[in-house]
């Protein structure tokens, strides 16, 4: 809480002057005492020029008393003098701890307004009936949320929620499990050029699958979500945090494989960094089927038992070859099996700009148009 200064408070020049005239001291008594021009004196008692410092120094030393006397007549008087900050400040710093308000302004999925509104804003975002209710703001007598219970951090809470509202608002065919593991095999074809994932968003969206990417926010590590709307309705989200040939197809498969298992129905199954070995049964075996997808995990340990300890560049694009993959696809592998992630990173594709213009994409510069 800030703190109130009275408005009341003079200027330091008049108590100064009393201090002079209980000791019978003239203006020029003083110049000549503190060693500056008497013009410098008759405009601090005359309230033209505040206390610096060292002015405060050299005051205390002349009255034989401790200078903050004159610095604080100074700041006190300089806060009586003070503007009123505008109303919401306070609030939007509240708000701004937890969440990442003013990105989320910028991105364009709150509109910019005063505090108050934003706050209002905030609870239609989270789809809460109440302030009150908004996850991981501080209210009197709050009970945690469950996103607050499952311990979600606030930035992929609020990057969750986006995922949901675009996905809300998209129209695709009932959900077919068997058209899906159909679309899977026409994927394993899709993975020699990064170009032909500007296939995926069609193929998943006749399946009757939500795709939605949406970038990031920042500092909030994230690769991908599943949920449902209902129980025919399965979303899968990527964030294309890391925007290489080898971790969308990995994540991609992971978040497939979680539609398939039906996992996400009762809770969403965020996926905050899949680098880091998660040893749930859900994401076990969405890992495992990833990675299966990705390189043929048989044939791969074969390769990398065979060449060690020397991986030569050139056996890495053969074998690329035999896979029917992309390099990068195989060097992101080996990567994490050796946990180098340096190794031949020349050959990690980019795929965004492939995919964003053909999938439902919120960010990169773009918005999706979506009233809370």
Known sequence: MATEYPVWIKHPG??????MEARGWSQRDLAFILGVPEQAVNMIISGKRG???????????AFDVHPDLFANLQKDYDMGQAKQPKAGIALLGKMQINYPVREMVNRGWLINADADTIREQLARFFEVPDVAEIPYIEHAARKRSKYEEREIPAPQLAWLFRVKQIAKSISVPKYSESKLR???????????????????????????????????????????????LDDNSPVIGMSLQRDTIDNFWFVL??????VLQKHGRKAEIIDIDLLKPDETDEEKLANDTAREFCVTWSKFESFMIRKRPFYYERDVIAFSRVLGRHPG????QMQRYMDNYSYLARHLAKIRTFIAPSAIADGWGQVIPIQI
């Open 14 to 19: 008049f108590y100064i002057k009393e201090e």
């Open 51 to 61: 206390i610096s410092p060292d002015m405060a120094r050299a005051l205390g030393d």
């Open 182 to 228: 159909e679309a899977v095999e026409k994927m394993r074809g899709m993975m020699l050029e990064p170009e032909q994932v500007r296939d995926v968003p069609k193929l998943l969206m006749e399946c009757g699958v939500r795709f939605v990417l949406v970038e990031k926010l920042t500092n909030a590590k994230i690769d991908g979500v599943c949920f449902w």
């Open 253 to 258: 498969r992971h978040e497939i494989e979680h």
């Open 329 to 332: 696809i195989i060097v992101g």
